[in-house]
């Protein structure tokens, strides 16, 4: 398989987007990618260095495509696939994840021509960084006509896990309404083929982005929306501990927030995590109110405290969050101005958890389309890195530094 193709663009470094003034954001070092980038997500790359995962489009076809951040600006990128039937969807995306020993792993999903709504993951991994990939497989081994999605990766020394959102029951059900979506995962060993699956949890809810942070003692925590008796869909939280016998634990729910909703709201959960504390950040709307709530866990315990509010104007949701290599927390989501726009709005949090600042700061004019789809943040020295896409006038991504605590 051709993997190593590069393409060469040219980066246009900005002041503020969208008509805002450079004095009006919090963000610095504001960068456009060209017009048909979309759905980015930020990692390490196997130097230590921000790498960023997207889908460049074209009228024939799908490109995913990763590019090295480098001496203040983003460097030629390489190409992981390109694919026409690449199914682009504005909040299930594409993931990349290094394991530190000079592998890394890509998976994005495929329309499945027998349904309207069926879709497969399609994965690859790469034995020199990054730069040429395997023949893409499978996860999962069903044939189900359904649904497959909003995977997310776990490596470790010996491989990688990948965990998803598995719809094979509703394929066929004499009664859909009452089909379940399940957490499915499955190990990916080096030099080895998919291993065995295993349902995590049997009903969860269904098209909600899941996010994990890896904890100081190596594990990753997993957060997802759950499909709860009376339709409540809450979080609920999954350990993985690498290597052991039998890997995967329930750590039970994030909070209690008692949404009874017999939908999914398509708003995951973030989660970030320091060596002495962990930040979760999450939106729900029970009591038909609007909010975008976040907890501290401290030390060892496995729960977290009791949930803060923090928009002021009216929650969309959207969430991520992100710590720095100094331990300062970042958290952003998307809130109503008073002028009835909408921004990327933020907050910071010192290394014991103090905020920067009493209220929360605008960080940059968004878009509440659904083109505009979910911010990605990653930790550097005493900031972040920031990733989301523009919709107007046409999709492309806008990459951002996020200073930290002076």
């Not at 001496?71 to 995306?93: C, F, P, Q, Y």
């Not at 094979?168 to 399940?182: C, K, L, S, T, V």
Request: glycine share 8%; aromatic share 10%; hydrophobic share 35%.
């Amino acid at each position: 398989m051709t993997s190593n193709a590069h393409f060469t663009f040219s980066l246009l470094i900005v002041l503020a987007s969208a008509g805002c003034h450079s004095e009006d954001i919090s963000f610095q070092n504001i960068q456009s990618f060209p017009i048909e980038t979309q759905v980015p997500q930020l990692v390490k790359g196997s130097d230590g260095e921000p790498t960023l995962l997207f889908v460049e489009s074209s009228d024939s076809t799908h490109a995913l495509r990763w590019a090295q951040w480098s001496e203040g600006k983003w460097k030629d990128t390489t190409t992981v696939i390109e694919d026409s039937e690449m199914l682009v969807n504005w909040a299930d995306r594409p993931q990349m994840a290094f394991d530190g020993t000079g592998n890394a792993y890509a998976h994005w999903l495929r329309m499945d021509a027998r349904g309207d709504f069926a879709y497969q993951i399609r994965a690859t991994r790469s034995l020199d960084q990054g730069k040429t990939w395997e023949t893409p497989s499978q996860p999962h081994r069903d044939t189900s006509v359904a649904e497959h999605g909003f995977a997310q990766w776990l490596t470790h020394e010996n491989g990688a896990a990948l965990t998803w959102l598995d719809g094979r029951d509703y394929d066929q059900h004499p009664h859909p309404e009452i089909a379940r979506m399940e957490l499915r995962t499955a190990e990916w060993p080096h030099d080895q083929d998919w291993q065995e699956e295993l349902v995590l949890d049997s009903s969860v809810c269904s098209c909600c982005p899941m996010d994990l942070a890896q904890l100081p003692d190596g594990s990753f925590e997993l957060l997802y929306r759950d499909r709860l008796q009376g339709e409540i869909r809450d979080f609920s939280r999954s350990r993985y501990v690498p290597g052991d016998q039998n890997p995967w634990s329930s750590l039970g729910l994030l909070h209690a927030d008692h949404w009874e909703i017999a939908a999914c709201p398509v708003n995951g959960a973030a989660l970030s995590a320091s060596s002495t504390r962990a930040l979760a950040l999450w939106y729900s709307a029970a009591d038909d109110l609007a909010i975008v709530k976040g907890a501290w866990r401290i030390g060892d315990s496995i729960h977290f405290g009791k949930p803060f509010q923090l928009n002021k104007q009216f929650p969309i949701g959207r969430v991520a969050s992100a710590c720095d290599q100094k331990g300062n927390f970042y958290g952003i989501w998307l809130e109503t101005n008073e002028t009835g726009g909408v921004d990327w709005v933020g907050m910071r949090w010192n290394q014991d958890g103090t905020p920067v600042t009493l209220e929360s700061e605008i960080l940059v004019p968004a878009s509440e389309r659904r083109a505009g789809g979910f911010p990605t943040m990653i930790g550097l020295e005493g900031e972040v890195m920031v990733a989301w896409t523009n919709p107007t006038p046409e999709p492309h991504i806008m990459t951002a530094i996020w200073k930290g605590p002076e």
